[in-house]
């Protein structure tokens, strides 16, 4: 029998946040594309575009105008998927048709006012404002509600509607599926082994250094061993932190200067500007707060979704959807790619 | 309070196979789009293209040439996911880092001789031949592995490299995440009430009406009370049937029957080519086979992606991939909308 190496010899790995696992095919990059190319992107985003309702000054569909902002700007999204009243759907009578009642508040967030700049194109203290409102925000709505999430879209490939660099935050009277999943790992690697999963993990990558990106004084970004997208990562803080509202003033700083980078190298990686998802995940707020959530680590998901080229992505359908998620190159091989990369942008570095 | 209409107030679903919820936010399509609008479909395809390597008589990437076959055509997957073959990655050195071996098979399936058709412009003995064809693979793949999973994509999409109707089917050694989770969810359900999940909730269907789509003597069709997608379904048999092999000749004529109908209403839905992935589920294969498994129901699952027109799809993305998916219709509407649509597809219609 051969000797198994994770680059040739097709295997599944275990996601101990999901509880579920992924099948690594790496041999299959070596079949040709011939599907759906995507798009090229448009470059000429103007800086400023008074008909765009994520602009300063702009009217938005509610016919508010918003303000000549020159850092972030926090509104209420105009088509909001979570109310904070609406009625309940009353007791279910049948196990197979259960409903339940969903309250929240769902808010945008505009990084900075131009509209022509994305993360990686700001400066560190821009970021870091970005980071700021964050913790902010993770506050206010979490003294009301159980979860924050924290989420971009970014790109016409991830259904973002708008260029200008925004985010949203949807807040729930309920933790959300993968929540509830994380919530569960967590809590019972914490019983069995007397540790966040998150900080042993973090460690043991730090000693293995294979699927490392980046390190920095307090943080650190990986891909994960059970990395479903090709290029997606996993941003962890070194400090045992629970919610972005704890991080010291010097770990802000450098988580600005972490995300630029790794954004900068999203972006080196097709010389274009790299279309993702990511959020935020951290212990539960709301009325349970004080409770003990020792067992959770803060982290942030990256999920981007190309995979050859700028025009080339992974799709999740078929086998992904009725069976298991597969992926195409070993994380290993991914984190390499991503490390060996420059750490100046690419449009930067042409001027 | 105002009174609860699913309609317009969010509100969240249990879906009992996979044991996790869906929100429900009807009041969401009244919103704008702006974002990514598909490329229409090149509705110029071919029917024999002696390039393309699903046609008869073409040469595929292995130097295989294609028989003229002039029915379904299986064949091995050229870039396959799964080999049988596959050395073991040995034992794991850290809960957190776990890799296990997988081995299978993959085969790509044609539907018929022609590049221009697809599955409703094809007769329903053309299609019985599909039944039959997807029966034999269970059967004979099932022999050796305990899950074999046979899915569509269909459309650019829905990353699919070729436009000549086909499908694939991936054998494997351990049962994927998904069936994991349906296998516990009807385990312990039929525990608890003593017959199959599968079977009440169609009898309930059939009871409450709202969410038919179709039904035959033998099979219905129904947009389920959980669904994702904004025009999702599941086709199940009336009768309590494990796997596809089961199935009965008159069984399998109503099958394509109803396959036919099902995919001429997508297809009029938006007068498109209407993109999906699908797949069959049954009781595990395999050397197990022998075991109890009466608490599986056959079913099929049917995942479009499209939401409001032939070019504008609904994007899982940020919220969905982080937290929860979530719908902007709710699933009685999307059942109204197809029951209402003709059963001659619109292609032939105008002729
Ligand atoms: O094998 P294909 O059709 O080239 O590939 C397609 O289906 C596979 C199984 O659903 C996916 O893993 C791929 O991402 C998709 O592009
Ligand atoms: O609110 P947006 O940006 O218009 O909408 C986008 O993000 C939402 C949250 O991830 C998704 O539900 C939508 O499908 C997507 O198009």
Known sequence: AATFRASDHQHVRYN????EW??????????????????QLLETVPRHDPLNPLCPGATRANGEVNPHYDG????????????????????????????EAARGVCKVMCFHPWSDVTLPLMSVPEIRAVVDAWASVTEELGAQYPWVQIFENKGAMMGCSNPHPHCQIWASSFLPNVVQREERSQ????????????????CQELLRKERLVLTSEHWLVLVPFWAVWPYQTLLLPRRHVRRLPELTPPERDDLASI???????????????????????????????GANWDHWQLHAHYYPPLLRSATVRKFMVGYEMLAQAQRDLTPEQAAEKLRALPEVHYRLAQK
């Open 16 to 19: 101990p946040l999901q509880d």
């Open 22 to 39: 992924v099948l690594v095919s790496a041999h299959r990059m070596k079949r040709p594309w011939q599907g759906q190319v995507e798009p």
């Open 72 to 99: 972030t700007f926090l509104f209420d999204n105009d088509f909001p998927a979570l109310q904070p009243d609406a009625p309940s759907p009353g007791p279910s009578d049948h196990p197979l048709f259960q409903a």
């Open 187 to 202: 809590r019972a690697y914490q019983c069995q082994h007397g540790e966040p999963l998150l900080m042993e993990y973090s």
């Open 259 to 289: 995300m630029k980078k790794l954004l900068t190298k999203y972006d080196n990686l097709f010389e274009t500007s790299f279309p993702y998802s990511m959020g935020w995940h951290g212990a539960p707020t709301g009325s349970e707060a």
